[in-house]
Antibody, heavy 124, light 110 residues
Framework: QLQLQESGPGLVTPSETLSLTCTVS???????????WGWIRQPPGKGLEWIGNIHHNGITSYNTSLESRATISVDTSNNQFSLELTSVTAADTAVYYC???????????????WGQGALVTVSS | QSVLTQPPSVSAAPGQKVSIPCSGGSSNIGNSYVSWYQQLPGTAPKLLIYDNNKRPSGIPDRFSGSKSGTSATLGITGLQTGDEADYYCGTWDSSLSAFVFGTGTKVTVL
C-alpha cells in the first residue's frame, strides 16, 4: 500500500521560507508516467487549496494565486518530493498535505493517496 | 474564493439519502472529470469518487457520483453516523490551469 509522509518544521517565522518534504513508501515515484506528486493545503477551519504538482521528470505546475512563491522539486533517488514557499505570512498557516495525482488523460485527474498532513504555523 | 460552489451543509436521518451538488462552469466541470473527497474530522481527505462516477476499491456503493453539464452531484444512500464528514468536489480548471476544489459541504446525520 502506498504511503506518503510529510515532514518539516511546524513553526516558521514571517517573511522566511517554509520547507516541507514528502517521503513516498510502498511504491516508486517513477513507477508510472501517469503519476504526478502534489501539495495541497488547508488553513484552519477552511477548505482545500491546490498548491502545485511535479512529475518525476521534473515538470511542474503551480497555482498562480501563490504568485510564484512556491517551488516543488523531486528527489527520485530518495523517493521524495519537496515544497518551498517563500516570504510566508500568517495567511500561509495551514495543514499541508502531500498527495499522488493520477492523470489518465487531459483534464482527467484526481488525488488517490494522501499523506496525513503537517500543520505549519507562521508566527514570530 | 473557489470556482466550484457547494452548499455549506446538508443533513438527514440515519438510513436516508443526501445529495451534495457541486456547481462550476465551462472551464472546469464543463470540460473536465470530477472527483470527490471525504474528510473525516481531524484526518486527511480520502478519495471517494473519480472520473465523475467511479469508485476506488473499498468504497461502498452507497456513494455515487454523477455529472451533467457544469454541475456534479455526490449521492450518499443509507446514511450512517460514520458518514459525518466534510465532502469536497475537485476538478481541473483549464482557464486557471489549476486543480480546483469545491467550497466543501459538511454532512450531519441527525
Amino acid at each position: 500500500q502506498l504511503q506518503l509522509q510529510e515532514s518539516g518544521p511546524g513553526l516558521v517565522t514571517p517573511s522566511e521560507t517554509l520547507s516541507l518534504t514528502c517521503t513516498v513508501s510502498g511504491g516508486s515515484i517513477r513507477s508510472d508516467s501517469s503519476y504526478y506528486w502534489g501539495w495541497i493545503r488547508q488553513p484552519p477551519g477552511k477548505g482545500l487549496e491546490w498548491i502545485g504538482n511535479i512529475h518525476h521528470n521534473g515538470i511542474t505546475s503551480y497555482n498562480t494565486s501563490l504568485e510564484s512563491r512556491a517551488t516543488i522539486s523531486v528527489d527520485t533517488s530518495n523517493n521524495q518530493f519537496s515544497l518551498e514557499l517563500t516570504s510566508v505570512t500568517a495567511a500561509d498557516t495551514a495543514v499541508y498535505y502531500c498527495a499522488r495525482m493520477i492523470v489518465t488523460a487531459i483534464y482527467k485527474d484526481y488525488f488517490d493517496f494522501w499523506g496525513q498532513g503537517a500543520l505549519v504555523t507562521v508566527s514570530s | 474564493q473557489s470556482v466550484l460552489t457547494q452548499p455549506p451543509s446538508v443533513s438527514a436521518a440515519p438510513g436516508q439519502k443526501v445529495s451534495i451538488p457541486c456547481s462550476g462552469g465551462s472551464s472546469n466541470i464543463g470540460n473536465s472529470y470530477v472527483s470527490w473527497y471525504q474528510q473525516l474530522p481531524g484526518t486527511a481527505p480520502k478519495l471517494l469518487i473519480y472520473d465523475n462516477n467511479k469508485r476506488p476499491s473499498g468504497i461502498p456503493d452507497r456513494f455515487s457520483g454523477s455529472k451533467s453539464g457544469t454541475s456534479a452531484t455526490l449521492g450518499i444512500t443509507g446514511l450512517q453516523t460514520g458518514d459525518e464528514a466534510d465532502y469536497y468536489c475537485g476538478t481541473w480548471d483549464s482557464s486557471l490551469s489549476a486543480f480546483v476544489f469545491g467550497t466543501g459541504t459538511k454532512v450531519t446525520v441527525l
